[in-house]
């Protein structure tokens, strides 16, 4: 005759066991699990997705003109759009008025892409262009004023803003 007591016993460490292999088989399932499960902020995301997209379109298949530096967004207006600014160097730059508006639009036009890949909403019922021009504001600082200037002196870097589909140099 069986002793019900040794029979609950081997179930009992027969169940652990059974639980212990699940529990581990489960764990090793896929190292990406916690990524999955991360509350990741969207808008971050996407800040990311234009910062690399912009950086790609930059460099090839041919890299923006020179004293032009790669777009990225550096924070959002008052009004909610994003400002992308682009680092300019304007003793590189073209010297005509017309060959700079060129250059700076050949920038304007690279965070345009950029965003559009990572932001453009077609159910928004606007053109990628409308809502690049509607939810940005492009800004060119020239670094080589901020290095020039002297002790505790304020100086305007910006040189050009584009904004709702207009450039305007400064």
């Known amino acids: 005759m069986k002793k019900p007591g040794r029979t609950a016993s081997v179930l009992l460490v027969f169940l652990l066991v059974s639980l212990i292999s699940v529990a581990r088989v489960k764990k090793q399932s896929s190292p990406f699990d916690k990524y999955r499960q991360s509350a990741v902020n969207e808008l971050e995301f996407r800040k990311l997705q234009f910062q690399v997209e912009a950086m790609r379109l930059s460099l090839q298949p041919t890299p923006l003109p020179r004293g032009l530096g790669v777009p990225h967004i550096v924070g959002e207006t008052a009004n909610a759009k994003l400002l992308i600014e682009v680092d300019v160097y304007a003793s590189e730059l073209p010297q005509t008025v017309e060959a700079r508006k060129d250059a700076m639009m050949e920038a304007v036009g690279t965070s345009m892409t950029g965003f559009s890949f990572a932001f453009y909403a077609p159910e928004s019922g606007m053109l990628p262009d409308e809502f690049f021009n509607k939810w940005t504001v492009v800004q060119f600082s020239d670094w080589e004023k901020l290095s020039q200037r002297k002790g505790k002196k304020v100086v305007d870097p910006n ?12």
Not at 159 to 170: A, D, F, H, P, S
């Open 159 to 170: 040189i050009g803003v584009y904004e709702n589909g207009e450039l305007v140099l400064r």
